[in-house]
């Protein structure tokens, strides 16, 4: 059989790969293409992950979770002859693995080994540190804090439950869900949690164990985006009453109302160097803001002839690359606002579209009466081709976050593939679902989501052959999607629709589908917009009603609170005493 390729794990440095399939194995390659090792199973490979440091690879498949170094050499082996191995993972302090396997009886086992004794017993099977009994129901997800020395798992029972892992004991059952609890995260600090459940909620807890969402009031009409800052710390709203909003993500305080707009704020991107520099802009309006991202300082005011249509920073944070109806490309110096170079001058007549690669090198333009996009390097201001192809005009371009390649999304309901150095078309994707409203790649640019009049479809940008082809349609919004994004390992995605709701997805290990874990309640008119955190624990949804909503994992000390709530129960509850005596509550 022949090995599928499947991308599932890249190393910290981003030099090496490793990817699973069907035929038994999985190899390792470098970013270049050259294989360098592979890691024999002799069945079907569900999965595999990298350590934190990149020296340890983990791999699983049905009978067995195997360790290896970075050269392919197998260190251990874990397996039960009794259970079926489901999901495996390192600890972030690389002291732990994980296993969660599916047995005779009725639940699931999730299984601790320590990687220094795994790694002792050579090649051999290596022997469990300790199983995490308690859960009724199958396990669906495990969890590590990101110091290591807890564990989150949730189950079909509809509880998630909290464990030490150095000695495998509980610490609390996190009760309160109707229906199985799909996923659970940490908060950085460790000392927040948030639960995903088949219940269509997303409970966030606090001290007094409810889930009101956190939301950011402040906006007079619909909020047209919301965006994190590459730390996590800021968010930046935009919307149609002529203001941007800047925002501290912990205590949800405006910090500054970003005003001088002459038309809705459609769109605001922050510098990705570290900076500090957020650029905002409008429609209708000729002017792009320059704001101080930490402050909400308004640094500069940089004007076209025409109004604005898109910007981007330059990949060392030091230019400004700005699009305009004038049909102008223009540079800028971040720090100051102030002109760089003469601006590249168009000829074919007012641009509508916009599109800019990461770091401002490359740049799509098109205007609404022409099937045609013109593909500019915004760098050296030099015209490199026409993007030739659809039939009905061009209305949105997205790149690749390595820039290599561009997606056209166009009036006549189709996505077009292109090399983004020389314009060259790869593929059409037709969905056949009606007009296409977003178009997003995943991180390591494998996948790529369209949201549609109706669902939202999943392509992989690889397979046997190269050629792109459909991983899943997402179904269960009532009414047409207007936005769709990944998170930043691309398993999940978020979806946002004109019925109200943004959905939280997850993708298997097998890739075969995606599951729905949770509906995102609360807005009162269409969600335009949501977003990932850097980290990925946050999800902000915009909307509008004119209300932006936070999904946090928001509530510190979340044990110890919990503990203090149920005090009075501990008669009535022998597990509560039992977990919250080993908690020191």
């Known amino acids: 059989m022949v090995h599928s390729k499947q991308l599932h794990a890249a ?14 194995d999985a190899r390792v390659w470098s970013t270049a293409g050259a294989a360098i090792a592979t890691l024999e199973h002799g069945e079907p490979v569900l999965g595999a992950s990298y350590s934190a440091s990149g020296t340890r690879i983990l791999t699983w498949s049905p009978s067995r979770a195997s360790l290896w170094n970075q050269a392919g050499k197998l260190l251990a082996t874990m397996s039960d002859p009794r259970e079926l191995l489901k999901q495996a993972g390192f600890s972030p302090d690389e002291r732990r693995i994980a296993t969660v396997t599916a047995g005779t009886d009725a639940g699931t086992a999730v299984k601790l080994w320590d990687v220094v004794k795994a790694e002792a017993a050579g090649a051999g099977k290596a022997e469990v540190a300790a199983t995490l009994g308690g859960h009724t129901g199958q396990v669906l997800s495990v969890r590590f804090s990101l110091d290591g020395s807890r564990l989150l798992t949730t189950s079909e029972d509809n509880t998630a439950r909290l464990w030490n892992s150095a000695s495998g004991q509980p610490i609390a059952t996190l009760e309160g869900h109707t229906a199985p609890v799909l996923a659970a995260e940490f908060s950085p600090d460790g000392a927040r949690i948030l639960t995903v459940g088949g219940d269509n909620t997303a409970r966030i807890w606090d001290g007094s164990l409810n889930n009101a969402v956190p939301t950011l009031k402040g906006h007079g009409a619909s909020v047209r985006l919301a965006r994190f800052s590459p730390d996590g710390s800021r968010i930046v709203t935009t919307s149609d009453d002529k203001t941007a909003r800047l925002w501290d993500v912990v205590s949800t305080r405006n910090i500054r109302t970003l005003e001088g707009h002459a038309g809705p704020v459609v769109a605001a991107v922050f510098a990705g160097d570290g900076s500090g520099r957020l650029l905002t802009w409008a429609e209708e309006d000729s002017n792009l803001r320059l704001w101080d991202a930490s402050t909400g300082d308004e640094v500069a005011v940089l ?84 993007l030739v192809g659809h039939s009905a005009p061009v209305e949105g371009a997205v790149f690749s976050p390595d820039g290599e390649t561009v997606v056209t999304i166009s009036a006549d309901h189709t996505a077009k593939l292109w090399v983004a150095r020389y314009g060259s078309e790869i593929a059409t994707l037709d969905p056949a679902a009606g007009a296409i409203a977003s178009a997003a790649f995943s991180r390591d640019g494998g996948r790529l ?16 052959d190269d050629r792109p082809h459909v991983l899943a349609a997402l179904l269960g919004h009532s009414a047409s999607l207007l936005y769709a994004t990944f998170d930043g390992d691309g398993r999940r995605i978020v979806t946002a629709s004109s019925d109200n709701t943004a959905k939280l997805w997850d993708a298997p290990t097998d890739s075969s589908n995606y599951d729905l874990l949770a509906t995102l309640h609360g807005h009162a008119a269409a969600v335009n917009h949501a977003e990932f955190s850097p980290d990925g624990r946050l999800i902000v949804t915009a909307g509008r009603d004119g209300r932006i909503k936070l999904y946090p994992t928001s509530v ?30």
């Open 11 to 24: 190393s910290p440095l981003g030099d090496r790969l490793v990817t699973v399939g069907e035929a038994g």
């Open 303 to 386: 004007g076209h002839a025409g109004h604005v249509l898109g910007a981007s920073f330059s990949r060392d944070g030091s230019r400004i690359i700005s699009a305009g109806a004038d049909d102008t490309l223009r540079q800028w110096d971040a720090t100051t606002g102030a002109v760089v170079g003469e601006p590249w001058q168009g000829t074919r007549g007012q641009q509508a579209i916009a599109g800019f690669a990461p770091g401002g090198r490359y740049v799509v333009l098109a205007s609404r009466d022409s099937n045609t996009a013109q593909l500019i390097d915004a760098e050296s201001l030099r015209f490199i081709t026409d």
């Open 449 to 464: 989501v369209l949201a549609t009049a109706r669902d939202a479809w999943v392509w992989s940008l690889s397979g046997p």
């Open 556 to 585: 510190a000390d979340l044990l110890r609170k919990a503990c203090e709530e149920l005090a009075p129960h501990r008669d009535d509850f022998e597990q509560v005493e039992a977990d919250c005596r080993l908690a020191g509550g």
